[in-house]
């Protein structure tokens, strides 16, 4: 019975608070994935990649950054992921087609890997908002390929890892500022020979070379 009633209470604020408070959707100002530097230090994308237009209706990203960073050493390559949502609200426009942000976690075995290592950490790298701050971090197999995945919504000022956390945050931001706009940050690395370790410090080598520059194409 107590269950019933907060469901419907949270229902009801739901209803409130898209429907009474939010009455002037508001999209932030920002610059184009097509500006985003190609060479970050040591790391150099040669070709940011195209996503079809079936899979971007899909996804319902208004603007995206997809390439593959390979350091100048020619070891290590990182796929870099961004996939901007100037709203996450279908009737407000934005993308192709549903715009709320599809959570990797439940992407991926549709795409034939397993995830084998599933953890929310805290990052602790310079470049992210204050707020919040942890991240999901997964470790996934498809046969004996094995790939590390960082990945989180960056939303409004927010880092969040959590899915229901960002669905609570669009309702309350939209109530509150007008504002439904977030994004999707992933990185995802090959994990070489069982060499975790090395993947990680890939990782940890590009990521605050692409968040130190995001706060131009993801509005806080």
């Given at each position: 019975?107590?269950?019933?009633?907060?469901?419907?209470?949270?229902?009801?604020?739901?209803?409130?608070?898209?429907?009474?408070?939010?009455?002037?959707?508001?999209?932030?100002?920002?610059?184009?994935?097509?500006?985003?530097?190609?060479?970050?230090?040591?790391?150099?994308?040669?070709?940011?990649?195209?996503?079809?237009?079936?899979?971007?209706?899909?996804?319902?990203?208004?603007?995206?950054?997809?390439?593959?960073?390979?350091?100048?050493?020619?070891?290590?390559?990182?796929?870099?992921?961004?996939?901007?949502?100037?709203?996450?609200?279908?009737?407000?426009?934005?993308?192709?087609?549903?715009?709320?942000?599809?959570p990797?976690?439940?992407?991926?075995?549709?795409?034939?890997?397993?995830?084998?290592?599933?953890?929310?950490?805290?990052?602790?790298?310079?470049?992210?908002?204050?707020?919040?701050?942890?991240?999901?971090?997964?470790v996934?197999?498809?046969?004996?390929?094995?790939?590390?995945?960082?990945?989180?919504?960056?939303?409004?000022?927010?880092?969040?890892?959590?899915?229901?956390?960002?669905?609570?945050?669009?309702?309350?931001?939209?109530?509150?500022?007008?504002?439904?706009?977030?994004?999707l940050?992933?990185?995802?690395?090959?994990?070489?020979?069982?060499?975790?370790?090395?993947?990680?410090?890939?990782?940890?080598?590009?990521?605050?070379?692409?968040?130190?520059?995001?706060?131009?194409?993801?509005?806080?």
């Open positions: 019975m107590i269950k019933l009633v907060v469901t419907i209470g949270f229902l009801l604020l739901n209803a409130y608070v898209y429907h009474v408070m939010a009455r002037n959707p508001f999209i932030p100002e920002r610059e184009s994935f097509a500006e985003f530097p190609m060479r970050l230090g040591e790391w150099a994308c040669p070709d940011a990649q195209t996503i079809s237009d079936d899979i971007l209706a899909n996804l319902g990203a208004t603007d995206y950054l997809a390439c593959v960073f390979r350091h100048v050493d020619g070891r290590d390559s990182v796929d870099v992921y961004v996939g901007y949502h100037e709203t996450q609200v279908r009737e407000e426009g934005g993308g192709a087609g549903e715009n709320s942000i599809h990797p976690a439940h992407c991926l075995p549709g795409s034939g890997w397993d995830i084998i290592a599933n953890e929310t950490v805290e990052l602790g790298l310079p470049g992210l908002p204050e707020e919040d701050g942890r991240v999901k971090r997964l996934i197999a498809k046969g004996n390929a094995r790939q590390l995945v960082y990945y989180w919504y960056q939303s409004r000022g927010r880092v969040i890892a959590d899915d229901w956390k960002k669905i609570l945050y669009v309702g309350w931001d939209r109530g509150t500022k007008g504002r439904t706009d977030g994004s940050i992933r990185f995802t690395v090959p994990i070489r020979k069982g060499e975790e370790d090395e993947a990680e410090r890939a990782f940890r080598d590009i990521a605050p070379l692409v968040l130190e520059r995001l706060d131009r194409y993801v509005p806080v």
